[in-house]
T-cell receptor, first 108, second 112 residues
Framework: DAKTTQPNSMESNEEEPVHLPCNHS???????IHWYRQLPSQGPEYVIH?????VNNRMASLAIAEDRKSSTLILHRATLRDAAVYYC?????????WGAGTKLIIKP | NAGVTQTPKFQVLKTGQSMTLQCAQD?????MYWYRQDPGMGLRLIYY???????DKGEVPNGYNVSRLNKREFSLRLESAAPSQTSVYFC???????????FGPGTRLTVT
């Protein structure tokens, strides 16, 4: 199964953009790249997903490298409510392969 | 809409006891999932149901059984609980294909 690699933690200042990196060098051509986040003591929350092209939605943007071996989740203006663990996940048919994620710390 | 609901929120079992975790969704989703999350780890898929009437094993199915009761409900049963099954259990649902899964609030299970 293709896996992802993310930094254990990152810090950012409030109201600044945040770039969360993810490496997935063994990704296959049909794997979708998903991002979820998990706030403390809550279930995960879907953020965004993409296959080849960059994607935008109301929560974030997803930038996918041309060779698809890495991607970056971009939060355009982080708030304290964005403090969470962010998971970069590849989808294998119905199964999402979860890693340990990146803990994002937002400093006021 | 309530989204995905799970009962109970908390449960303590003794080794060898059995219990069923309940999950329901009101989004008319075809697919449903059961995950477990151990401290400091990502989620691991136990079982999933791609559509009503079907169930399939995920990454860690041993010690669990599931029932897709109807389109709305998907239950997870522990027949003989073990301390290694102490974890937080999440149910999720999605439209067919596994994209954009919506998660419930979780059940915190402790087996002593």
């Amino acid at each position: 199964d293709a896996k992802t690699t993310q930094p254990n933690s990152m810090e950012s200042n409030e109201e600044e953009p945040v770039h969360l990196p993810c490496n997935h060098s063994t990704i296959s051509g049909t794997d979708y790249i998903h991002w979820y986040r998990q706030l403390p003591s809550q279930g995960p929350e879907y953020v965004i997903h993409g296959l080849t092209s960059n994607v935008n939605n109301r929560m974030a943007s997803l930038a996918i490298a041309e060779d698809r071996k890495s991607s970056t989740l971009i939060l355009h203006r982080a708030t304290l409510r964005d403090a969470a663990v962010y998971y970069c996940i590849l989808r294998d048919n119905y199964q999402l392969i979860w890693g340990a994620g990146t803990k994002l710390i937002i400093k006021p | 809409n309530a989204g995905v609901t799970q009962t109970p929120k908390f449960q303590v079992l003794k080794t060898g006891q059995s219990m069923t975790l309940q999950c329901a969704q009101d989004m008319n989703h075809n697919s449903m999932y059961w995950y477990r999350q151990d401290p400091g780890m990502g989620l691991r898929l136990i079982y999933y149901s791609a559509s009503e009437g079907t169930t399939d094993k995920g990454e860690v199915p041993n010690g669990y059984n599931v029932s897709r009761l109807n389109k709305r409900e998907f239950s997870l049963r522990l027949e003989s609980a073990a301390p290694s099954q102490t974890s937080v259990y999440f149910c999720a649902s999605s439209e067919a294909g596994g994209l954009s899964q919506y998660f419930g609030p979780g059940t915190r299970l402790t087996v002593t």
